[in-house]
């Protein structure tokens, strides 16, 4: 059995548009392993959710994956039938998506929509089902939980759906759950404790995450490792201690600079100028290098290597081994 759970190799994701072939993602490259958390972190439209569907094989038309192989547990899943992924899927892997009200059944009690997955992935009867779906909303910490078993998705609160969504995503036991911006459009004290379920319950059921967001704090509070990504490719990789207090890639350090720290609550807040670009035509050479305080003619002309730099450690940039950067984290 392979040491990883879940490996990524070259994937390249496109979008074919009558604008042009929009490259999602070109070329990313990514592994979990066992029990590990790793948070993918970048600007909207940098590629993260498009990575994460096309883990599962859920890139919606006109998407297509073009190239690349994906491994669970060392079998390509890419090269499944559909009826083998409808059984991974909601099986070995979870998915919580960005907005649970788009994903849960108007019409449907919580109760009916969280038994329906139960049965539809395990040998069990209804009755049997409904006990386990109240089981895991009372897991997910969802108060009255035999009330809520019988309300609509229009009756709860935003926090409380994502809780039904989290409680969905783990029903059947999955080795991998992927998350993809479990907090987003939650208040601070609502996100706080969405965090707190995943980080309990990745101990509790021994699971492996992929945790996507925007949010630096959280990949600071929550992961074991982070991938940082740029209008479809990975700019850099490491343990979170490592890309936090000693940035490789000038996007890393643009990320973490423009967070909002208290240490440094007087001066400006930095951002990062310009804009992502047209994933139609992108920028040659390093797709960052418009942007880029420290660009030269090489990375303009020549298109960088994801490389290694030391152990566990991975980075897409032309000047990595020269360039100086700051972290706010390491002051």
């Avoid at 979008?15 to 948070?39: C, M, N, P, Q």
């Avoid at 079998?75 to 409808?86: H, I, P, R």
Wanted: proline residues 6%; neutral net charge; charged residues 20%.
């Amino acid at each position: 059995m392979p040491g990883n759970l879940l490996e990524v190799e070259g994937l390249k994701t496109y979008f074919y548009t009558w604008a042009g072939v929009v490259k999602a993602v070109d070329g990313v490259s990514l592994h979990i392993d066992r029990s590990e958390t790793l948070g993918i972190v970048g600007e909207s439209g940098s590629g993260k959710t498009v990575t994460a569907l096309s883990v599962m094989r859920l890139v919606p038309p006109p998407g297509r994956i073009v190239q690349g192989k994906i491994r669970f547990y060392g079998e390509s899943v890419l090269a499944k039938s559909e009826s083998d992924m409808q059984v991974l899927r909601g099986g070995a892997m979870g998915y919580i998506f960005q907005d649970p009200t788009s994903t849960l059944n108007p019409v449907y009690t919580i109760g009916q929509q969280l038994s329906e997955v139960i049965m539809r992935h395990r040998d069990i009867t209804k009755s049997d089902a409904l006990h386990e779906a109240l089981r895991l909303l009372e897991l997910v910490e969802i108060p009255e939980a035999k009330v809520r078993m019988n309300q609509f998705p229009h009756q709860l609160s935003g926090g409380m759906k994502q809780r039904i969504a989290v409680a969905r995503a783990i029903s059947c036991s999955p080795h991998l759950l992927i998350a993809d911006e479990p907090t987003t459009a939650l208040d601070v004290t609502i996100q706080a404790q969405i965090l707190g379920i995943l980080r309990t319950l990745k101990e509790k059921l021994n699971l492996s995450m992929m945790l996507i967001t925007h949010d630096m704090g959280i990949v600071a509070e929550t992961c074991d490792r982070v991938t940082v990504l740029y209008a479809g490719q990975v700019c850099e990789t490491g343990t979170v201690e490592q890309v936090f207090l000693n940035p490789k890639h000038p996007y890393t350090e643009a990320l973490l600079t423009s967070v909002p720290h208290l240490a440094l609550r007087k001066e400006k807040l930095s951002v990062i100028p310009g804009n992502v670009p047209n994933l139609i035509e992108p920028p040659s050479g390093c797709r960052f290098h418009p942007r880029c305080k420290y660009v030269q003619q090489i990375c303009i002309d020549k298109v960088p290597e994801l490389e290694p730099i030391e152990d566990g450690r991975w980075v897409h940039c032309h000047r990595a081994k020269e360039l100086e950067l700051k972290s706010p984290m390491a002051s």
